[in-house]
Nanobody
Framework: QMQLVASGGGLVQAGGSLRLSCVVS????????SGWFRQAPGKEREFVSA????????YYAESVKGRFTISRDNAKNTVYLQMNSLKPEDTAVYYC??????????????????WGRGTQVTVSS
């Protein structure tokens, strides 16, 4: 079993930045792919970004590419999401997840076995 605790959300103006963190405990964090997903009110959960166990490979949704950066520190069992140039449409609850998705499955939530509770990000216009 793994426990994930996400933090760093908040209220920010459009154009601002936030850094989300997700601390993972319970198993060997370094063995898993880590991802961030988000869900806005009335919408389905969507993929945001993912990073390989080593950190050497990253993957982004088109909507955040060039603005968000995912990273991880395996020594601290933590994955980060640096969010810059935030837009009102980025408003959502952000969830971190870990798992072993198949190649090509990094953007599918069902491929991740463990999830955190989420942290709210609100971007005002």
């Amino acid at each position: 079993q793994m426990q994930l605790v996400a933090s760093g959300g908040g209220l920010v103006q459009a154009g601002g930045s936030l850094r989300l963190s997700c601390v993972v405990s319970g198993r060997t964090f370094a063995a898993y792919v880590s991802g961030w997903f988000r869900q806005a009110p009335g919408k389905e959960r969507e993929f945001v970004s993912a990073i390989s166990w080593s950190g050497s490979s990253t993957y982004y949704a088109e909507s955040v590419k060039g603005r968000f950066t995912i990273s991880r520190d395996n020594a601290k069992n933590t994955v980060y999401l640096q969010m810059n140039s935030l837009k009102p449409e980025d408003t959502a609850v952000y969830y971190c997840a870990v798992g072993n998705p198949n190649l090509g499955g990094w953007a599918r939530g069902g491929e991740y076995a463990y999830w955190g509770r989420g942290t709210q990000v609100t971007v005002s216009s």
